[in-house]
């Protein structure tokens, strides 16, 4: 009766069950190790940035601002504002476009030749180093007003973001069921009823995994910053006019000669990098893959 | 091979008088035309000049092999084929007098006078009450006790009112597959549709659902035009009074349901309604 298992799944070749264990042995074995080593500079940075930030921390750090070169005391509340100010405005700026042009490209004209070319220019622009993103703001923003300001660093994160959300945004809608657009079409709804009420709903969680995964990768950025909205030792108090930011603080102040300044840089950056695992910890829970 | 016009009579002597309501002509015999229809996916001809008068508040069955173009015809009738790149059709089919192409036509006035349930159950992930409201909803009507008063009426159409009525704001994700076809169905008849089309229907069904949707069909009849798709020749013999043949993308044979399977007219009819190729 029974069929026979055993026989079914042995080589056919007849090659000795033994090697193929061993070899299997080793391979996995193999693969634990390399994969435990790359958690070793991970870890070890976690582990610095902890113990050098951990001391500075805390609740002044949030609320002050910084001391004056050689001067002690006081925090960075200035910096984690700007950030916080900066990646609002590049949010504001690159969460619109990005899910427009998605829901443009994959919902409305998935074959046109527009379509190709947007797809084709932001999967260009994911791998274009953030730098040119901040020389671009500069030369666009900065340059005709004349002023380093928060919009300028804003524009600079946006154009660093907005690929990463209209492409995860696209993959979002790719992964609604057509059996849901087939049936608002059968009942009568015109394509933006159906996009509205039903693609987008659905979508909607992983379109958010992105826009956190956006937000993490702005709040970290330095480079688009830099010389867009430069730094500031004061409270952002508009949005033309300098402002700091955790990045930029940390790296103008590792590089002073003073022990406070240097011991800030390193509490910044424990801040900077919960932030950012924070959003990205929270990115993944709010993508629960549900129902499909 | 060509397609013979049947002139087609319906018999008297079907169980249930036919009553008729003062929207149709009694005995309209081409409520939907199909005139020498034609349709292409790019360069593909799917369907070679389909001739076909389908009368009112019938149950039509299309049977024939796979992919002899039945999904395809029927998703003509609210022109759901359009939404696919590159096709085109040539000939006409009309509806009640009206070319469905005709460009005053606006294609979601169409869709919502033609209720569609399709072979995959596909309720929307909202609860059981907002998919039967959606077609509501999107024709701009927002008033909470036509809601309820439809949701109510469409649920005891579809026969399922008396298992949902605890829960019509659960999701309707949790219904088992039997009733979430007939939520679809539901949900197809909640913008008061003249026909209702349904591809494949039960095919995901186990045979006790099945007999429950067939048991709606035959029930439906009375306010719709239904025509189903089916590869099951019990089904099409049990629910319907007319059947059309297809086979390659012509339409071989159309007649009282009776007639295709007792005394099939064309050969290849019989071949396939006796298991002989398929
Ligand atoms: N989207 C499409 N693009 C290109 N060709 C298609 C498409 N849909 C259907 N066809 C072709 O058109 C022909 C008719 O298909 P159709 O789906 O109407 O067949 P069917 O009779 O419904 O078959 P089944 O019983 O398998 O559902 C087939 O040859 C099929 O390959
Ligand atoms: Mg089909």
Not at chain 1, 71 to 79: D, P, R, S
Not at chain 2, 15 to 34: C, H, M, Q, W, Y
Not at chain 2, 104 to 124: C, D, H, T, W, Y
Not at chain 2, 168 to 195: T, V, W, Y
């Amino acid at each position: 009766m029974k069929p026979k298992p055993l026989h079914f799944f042995s080589s056919p070749k007849g090659e000795t069950s033994f090697f193929r264990l061993l070899r299997n042995r080793f391979l996995t074995g193999l693969c634990i190790a390399l994969s435990l080593l790359t958690l070793v500079p991970l870890i070890s940075i976690v582990i610095l940035v902890i113990r050098n930030g951990l001391p500075l921390l805390s609740m002044n750090l949030f609320s002050q601002l910084p001391p004056a070169p050689g001067l002690e005391g006081g925090g960075f509340g200035n910096a984690i504002m700007g950030t916080l100010v900066m990646v609002g405005i590049s949010l504001l700026l690159a969460v619109p476009l990005g899910v427009f042009s998605a829901v443009y490209i994959n919902e409305y004209a998935p074959v046109s030749p527009v379509s190709s070319a947007v797809r084709f220019v932001a999967k260009l622009l994911t791998g274009i180093p953030s730098i040119i993103c901040g020389v671009f703001a500069f030369a666009a923003v900065v340059m005709t007003s004349h002023h380093f300001s928060a919009i300028a660093g804003g524009v600079a994160l946006a154009i660093l973001i907005l690929p990463i959300i209209l492409l995860t945004t696209e993959q979002a809608l790719m992964g609604v069921s057509s059996a849901y657009r087939e049936a608002s079409f059968g009942v009568g709804a015109t394509a933006f009823q159906t996009i509205w009420r039903i693609v987008l709903p659905d979508a909607m969680p992983a379109i958010m995994t992105g826009v956190m995964l956006a937000v993490s990768r702005a709040a970290g950025e330095t480079a688009p910053v830099l010389f867009t909205a430069l730094f500031s030792q004061n409270w952002i108090t508009s949005v033309l006019e300098p402002t700091a930011s955790l990045s930029v603080l940390i790296y103008n102040f590792a590089s002073l000669p003073y022990a406070y300044h240097i011991k800030l840089a390193w509490s910044a950056s424990l801040v900077l990098v919960t932030v950012v695992t924070m959003t990205n910890i929270l990115a993944q829970l709010i993508f629960s893959p549900k129902h499909r | 091979m060509s397609t013979e016009e049947h002139p087609i009579q319906i018999p008297n002597s079907t169980a249930r008088p036919l009553e008729l309501t003062d929207d149709f002509s009694p005995g309209e015999t081409n409520f939907i035309k199909v005139d020498n229809f034609k349709f292409f996916y790019g360069k593909k001809e799917a369907l070679h000049g389909i001739n076909l008068e389908i009368p009112s508040r019938r149950v039509i069955s299309f049977i024939g092999p796979s992919g002899c173009g039945k999904s395809t015809l029927l998703r003509n009738f609210n022109r759901m084929n359009e939404l696919i790149p590159g096709v085109r059709h040539e000939g006409d089919i009309t509806i009640h007098g009206t070319s469905i192409f005709d460009p005053s036509v606006e294609v979601i006035a169409l869709r919502r006078r033609i209720g569609m349930v399709f072979q995959k159950s596909n309720p929307f992930p909202m609860s059981i009450y907002e998919n039967i409201v959606y077609p509501l909803r999107i024709a701009g009507q927002g008033d909470r006790s036509v809601h309820d008063e439809t949701v109510e009426r469409c649920l005891c159409s579809a026969a399922l009112w008396d298992e949902v009525k605890d829960r019509l704001h659960d999701s309707a994700l949790g219904l088992s597959g039997g009733q979430m076809q007939r939520l679809c169905i539901a949900r197809a008849i909640a913008s008061s549709p003249e026909i209702l089309l349904m591809d494949e229907p039960c095919s995901a069904l186990d045979p006790i659902a099945t007999a429950k949707v067939e048991e709606l069909i035959i029930e439906l009849k009375k306010d719709f035009t239904i025509v189903i798709v089916t590869h099951n020749m019990q089904q099409a013999s049990r629910v319907s009074e007319l059947t059309a043949f297809f086979y390659l993308g012509n339409l071989v044979e159309f007649d009282e349901t009776r007639k295709i399977f007792t005394n099939p007219s064309k050969l290849q009819t019989e071949e396939y309604i006796t298991g002989r190729f398929g």
